[in-house]
């Protein structure tokens, strides 16, 4: 909130957000207290959705609560992309590059398509930038109206979690960026996308970037509808189809395959 | 009789639903208008949102930055050949991270997905496949030799 007094996303962007680090009164702080915080809503809301995974809880809900569970992490996770490519240092640039060829692979409309995402030249961060602060917050907080209506977290909780916010802005200096032009020898995506980069070394972007993550996407969402599949349990292999919750299975499979590349690129490199 | 009866109640309630062929092909016009008129909508909101000028940006080399072996200036590099400099861009064929040049092993690297490009911007190894994109160049009457690239 303090941040967007300062942040322009047009120009010399990275003057800006080293300006805003190093310049601007308390820069540092905000800096990392926006951090902090947007790393821990996305953490909390990932372990909400691994709660509702496990205990299956999403059996007693309306099908609709869990869609709108699930869009609104994805929807998260993508503040956070949006946000990783505002700090317009080397990695934030290119990931953004990446996004945008990524979608560009998306056979005919993927240029109309990164065009509402992203676009190449002056105005790179622009819509990034209007993503992460305007359409995600606006979208995700209708998302989960009535979960705030209805269901806020104790005082007691809210207090220790902002001074804990508090004392990491406090204490952990921001780390140092690379210029965009830097010439690194290698450079690493976000924590949840470094499985992704690995995969994008051996894969086709478009399998990589679209078609397996979609495929995953589509299984998430439609794990509920799975629940009553003893319907069409009537004889030989459809008894044993109907008997396993296969959705269920190919969701944990896919899930921890891709950690299993995300803690292996955090170790080793991906 | 009564089956005749039957019958004609069940035409009616069609009748009522829509569903009869009459009513099939009304609601078939209806939605056909509709979705004509949605699409009329629809294209011009897609053609507004999805426009994208084809625009190109020069580099301009200057004499003095022409002397090195490979050089590199906002997203060109500019390699040095037997006959003539030759401008590559440093977009990474793959998914346009900017290439670092490896002056020891003399090969164009990926930071982001580790492709390896040679001087002469033909591909060698790694996810990218297609060999670097050649720039157009002109040469000035003052040396100054202008790159132009399509963003």
């Given at each position: ?96 590059r ?22 190449s030249g ?58 965009p032009d830097?010439g ?87 | ?53 084809s625009r190109k940006r020069t580099v301009i080399f200057h004499s003095d930055e022409q002397g090195s072996d490979v050089f590199f200036k906002e997203g060109v590099y500019l390699v040095h050949e037997a006959n003539a400099p030759r401008a590559l861009s440093a977009r990474c064929t793959h998914?346009g991270c900017t290439l670092n040049f490896d002056p020891?092993a003399d090969r164009f690297r990926c930071p982001?997905?580790?492709s390896v490009f040679e001087r002469s911007g033909k591909w060698l190894?790694?996810?990218a496949?297609k060999d670097l994109e050649h720039v157009p160049m002109k040469q000035a009457e003052n040396g100054d030799l202008t790159a132009v690239v399509t963003l």
């Open positions: 909130m303090v941040l967007i007094f300062y942040y322009r996303p047009v120009g010399e962007v990275f003057a800006n957000v080293e300006a805003i680090t190093t310049l601007v009164p308390y820069g540092w702080f905000f800096r990392q207290l926006h951090y902090g915080s947007g790393q821990a809503f996305v953490i909390l809301m990932f372990l909400h959705t691994m709660d509702h995974f496990l205990k299956k809880r999403y059996v007693h809900y309306p099908f609709r609560v869990w869609v709108t569970l699930i869009l609104a992490l994805f929807l998260s996770f993508f503040t956070l992309f949006t946000g990783f490519i505002l700090k317009a240092d080397q990695e934030g640039v290119f990931a953004g990446i996004f945008m060829n990524i979608l560009q692979t998306i056979p005919i409309v993927g240029d109309s398509i990164s065009r509402l995402f992203i676009v002056n105005d790179f961060f622009f819509l990034p930038y209007l993503y992460h602060c305007f359409f995600l917050p606006i979208l995700i907080v209708y998302l989960i109206r009535h979960h705030i209506r209805e269901w806020l977290p104790e005082k007691g909780f809210m207090m220790a979690g902002g001074a804990g916010l508090f004392l990491y802005a406090l204490l952990v200096k921001p780390g140092v960026a690379f210029p830097a690194a020898a290698s450079v690493e995506g976000p924590w949840f996308f470094l499985g992704m980069q690995s995969l994008l070394k051996r894969v086709s972007p478009l399998w990589a970037g679209i078609v397996l993550p979609g495929v995953f996407a589509m299984c998430v969402f439609l794990l509920p509808l799975t629940r009553k599949s003893g319907a069409f349990s009537s004889s030989g292999v459809w008894m044993l189809w109907g008997k396993v919750d296969w959705l269920r299975y190919a969701v944990m499979v896919m899930f921890l395959l891709y950690t299993g590349l995300t803690v292996k690129a955090m170790i080793w490199g991906s | 009789m009564e089956k005749r009866q039957v019958h004609r109640v069940r035409l009616s309630e069609l009748h009522e639903k829509g569903m009869d062929r009459r009513g099939f092909i009304e609601r078939a016009i209806a939605w056909g208008v509709s979705m004509l008129c949605g699409g009329l909508f629809a294209y011009p909101v897609f053609s507004f949102m999805t426009f994208r000028k998914l020891a982001c997905h580790g190894s790694g996810p496949k």
